[in-house]
């Protein structure tokens, strides 16, 4: 089936005094409908250029290369107007900070009034738009939604505001929603449940789903499908189970063992040792290489070529680690 969303080749670089910087460097995407896509690496990977680049929404100093598909037809993310028509519709982002979509001096109920009518083709009476807004907030699982409708984003918390952005979000029904590390910000219990409520919408709604997480716990329980992104490349991706029962990429297992598990009377965990280089630093070899720990000579001289476990898993890696038959990234 035609992916909703793909991206072939995409290549991002920053225009700065000196010469231009590359962020994103050839990184293939395919978003299926109704798939949740998780993108995860460490900050600095280019995982928000790759969403923001699939919004239109990068900066004035941003050079694209590559093509973004929506629906098979080509995008063209300098063409405003159509980016513009195709975000109020079909694609939706959420943030880390909920504040930054809201407006502080705006009750609840004034922001959704504006996003349903925004979306709507006749005009709204005030009834229905109060019925709609509180149907959606209701939807979102924010508790007695009438009420909510009458107050100001400091008046509710970092969760409560997190679901009105999804509310407001869910007014253009978008067959696409991005989400950057959408429970950063928040409590360990409320992350649980913006997460619940994103796959419910998946669910019900037949949404699709880019999910950037720092947090490979989530990605084993929400997504089908991972990218493990390091400087501005897809190091790899594939099923979930598949990638992480059997990491060929070191730095994917190098993630894996840096996340606490709870079944594990082992409690050290292993970070990643080294820091992740600027994209001027970028060399010629695998990136990784200074920091992996099976690095040979071949890969301080090459970017390794694409390789493929089985099917749908994919890697790039000189020194691939060898296939797991059972769980064993610990
Ligand atoms: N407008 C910009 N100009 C120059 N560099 C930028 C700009 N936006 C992002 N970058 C750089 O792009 C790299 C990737 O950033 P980002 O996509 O935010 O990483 P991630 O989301 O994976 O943490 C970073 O090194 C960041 O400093
Ligand atoms: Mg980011």
């Known amino acids: 089936m035609q992916p909703l969303l793909e991206t072939l080749d995409l290549h991002v670089s920053f225009a700065t005094d000196q010469s231009p910087v590359p962020v994103v460097r050839g990184i293939d995407l395919k978003v299926g409908r109704g798939e949740i896509i998780g993108l995860v690496g460490e900050s600095g ?19 694209l290369r590559g093509e973004i598909r929506w629906n098979g037809r080509k995008l063209h993310c300098q063409d405003d107007d159509a980016m513009s028509v ?15 979509a809201l407006n502080p001096v705006q009750t609840i109920g004034k922001q959704l009034y504006e996003a349903i009518r925004l979306h709507s083709a006749k005009r709204i009476g005030r009834s ?47 067959r696409l929603l991005i989400a950057d590390e959408p429970t950063t ?32 716990g989530v990605v084993a329980e929400t997504c089908d499908r991972v990218l493990v992104m ?3 490349r897809v190091v790899e991706s594939g099923p979930v189970a598949a990638v992480f029962q059997s990491p060929r990429h070191p730095y ?16 050290a965990l292993t970070p990643i040792p080294g820091v992740v280089p600027q994209p001027h630093e970028f060399g010629e070899g695998c990136t990784f290489a200074p920091r992996c720990p099976v690095a040979s000579e071949c890969c ?19 020194s691939p680690l060898p296939v797991q038959k059972t769980r064993a990234h610990r």
């Open 300 to 318: 301080y001289s090459g970017s390794p070529a694409q390789q493929c476990s089985e099917s749908d898993h994919l890697f790039s890696c000189f």
């Open 86 to 100: 195709l975000r109020g519709n079909e694609l939706a982002m959420i943030f880390q900070d909920p504040m930054s």
């Open 230 to 232: 390091y400087c501005g």
């Open 45 to 63: 990977s280019g995982k928000s250029v790759t969403c923001m680049a699939a919004m239109g929404l990068l900066d004035d100093n941003a050079r």
């Open 128 to 174: 229905e738009l109060k019925q709609r807004a509180t149907g959606l907030l209701s939807d979102v699982g924010v508790p007695a939604p009438e009420q909510r409708l009458k107050a100001y984003p400091h008046q509710l918390s970092g969760g409560l505001n997190q679901r009105v952005v999804i509310a407001m979000m869910l007014a253009g029904n978008p």
């Open 185 to 216: 910000a928040l409590d360990v219990t409320v992350q649980a449940q913006i997460i619940d409520l994103l796959r419910s919408l998946r669910d019900q709604r037949g949404m699709s789903i880019i999910l950037v997480t720092h947090d490979l």
């Open 252 to 267: 994917t297992r190098g993630l894996l063992a840096s996340l606490p598990r709870i079944d594990s009377s082992d409690d």
